[in-house]
Nanobody, 122 residues
Framework: QVQLVESGGGLVQAGGSLRLSCAAS????????MAWYRQAPGKQRELVAG??????????DSVKGRFTISKISRDNAKSTVYLQMNSLKPEDTAVYYC?????????????WGQGTQVTVSS
């Protein structure tokens, strides 16, 4: 089991920046990848950025060049990943969710945080 807690959301003007944090606890050594998703009102949840434990990264086209996902840092009890968001646009407004994926010998498991609201005003 992995528990995820996000922080760092808030209200910012267009062109501003925010940094989101996701702290993972529990079975952190089984984490294969971590990612940020977002869901705007009336829309489906979409991948924003993801990174694997061997540092393979992918971004949604809409955020390339503006958002940066950090490497997965790990200490004894916690793994953390950050999402630096620059040049924010009103269309970035959404609830942002942290995701972690673990694998055992049989299948993969998805874990989600509770979400943090990001609102970008025009």
């Amino acid at each position: 089991q992995v528990q995820l807690v996000e922080s760092g959301g808030g209200l910012v003007q267009a062109g501003g920046s925010l940094r989101l944090s996701c702290a993972a606890s529990g079975s952190i050594f089984s984490i294969n990848s971590m990612a940020w998703y977002r869901q705007a009102p009336g829309k489906q949840r979409e991948l924003v950025a993801g990174i694997t434990i061997d540092d393979r990264i992918n971004y949604a086209d809409s955020v390339k060049g503006r958002f940066t996902i950090s490497k997965i840092s790990r200490d004894n009890a916690k793994s953390t990943v950050y999402l630096q968001m620059n040049s924010l646009k009103p269309e970035d407004t959404a609830v942002y969710y942290c995701n972690a994926v673990t694998y055992d010998d049989y299948e993969g498991y998805d874990y989600w945080g509770q979400g943090t609201q990001v609102t970008v005003s025009s």
